[in-house]
């Protein structure tokens, strides 16, 4: 079956620094990829996808490229800031099935962000 | 603000006992979905409907259930409470084309305790 693996965290980081967070996947058909980051006290929320090979996905300095020969999808900002603390979760779709609304997600990687 | 809405967003509920959660989905989405989240983990896909009807479901035993109504607001029923159950109960809704690219909104859950 599908499955989504994060980088273990939680992160930590000082403001202005590079952030990268791993993501690699596992999926029997040609899924589409997203990133969505979970604020304090908030719902998930969409960060960015990318449905096709070589795709990069972007949003608030965020950016990620879905590589189909390496089977990942990993997550770049080049200067966090501190309200970009958050849990970030990785997750697919398969588009090949039915289950429009079926995300299979990834364990979650918690971010925290240090003046 | 996503526009998804659930109820209640607390309760607590003793073994054996049985839960309703509730989720009023973003207006002109006709997919809702239901996660289960542990503690630190990443939500599990519990099922879908898509215009009322069950399409897809996660590996949950079938002491979970569902119902979407036509006014695309859904219920989450589980029977027969265990432990385990503790968990953030999340609703996900999606249009036609966006349910079906992974494109879901999220509302902020239900935290469920059984004891």
């Known amino acids: 079956g599908d499955s989504v693996t994060q980088m273990e965290g939680p992160v930590t980081l000082s403001e202005e620094a590079f952030l990268t967070i791993n993501c690699t996947y596992t999926?029997?058909?040609?899924?589409?990829l997203f990133w969505y980051v979970q604020y304090p006290g908030e719902g998930l929320q969409l960060l960015l996808k990318a449905t096709k090979a070589d795709d990069k996905g972007s949003n608030k300095g965020f950016e990620a490229t879905y590589r189909k020969e390496t089977t990942s999808f990993h997550l770049e900002k080049g200067s966090v800031q501190v309200s970009d603390s958050a849990v970030y979760f990785c997750?697919?779709?398969?588009?090949?099935?039915?289950?429009?609304?079926?995300?299979?997600f990834g364990q979650g990687t918690i971010l925290t962000v240090h003046p | 603000e996503t526009g998804v809405t659930q109820s209640p967003t607390h309760l607590i509920k003793t073994r054996g006992q049985q839960v309703t959660l509730r989720c009023s989905s973003q207006?002109?989405?006709?997919?809702v979905s239901w996660y289960q989240q542990a503690l630190g983990q990443g939500p599990q896909f519990i099922f879908q409907?898509?215009?009322?009807?069950?399409?897809g479901r996660g590996n949950f035993p079938p002491r979970f259930s569902g119902l979407q109504f036509p006014n695309y607001s859904s219920e989450l029923n589980v029977n027969a409470l265990e432990l385990d159950d503790s968990a953030l109960y999340l609703c996900?809704?999606?249009?036609?084309?966006?349910?079906?690219?992974?494109?879901?909104?999220f509302g902020e859950g239900s935290r469920l305790t059984v004891l």
């Open positions: 997750a697919l779709n398969d588009a090949g099935g039915t289950s429009y609304g079926k995300l299979t």
């Open positions: 409907y898509y215009r009322e009807e069950e399409n």
């Open positions: 999926a029997t058909g040609y899924p589409s």
């Open positions: 207006s002109g989405h006709n997919t």
């Open positions: 996900a809704s999606g249009g036609d084309r966006r349910a079906n690219t992974g494109e879901l909104f």
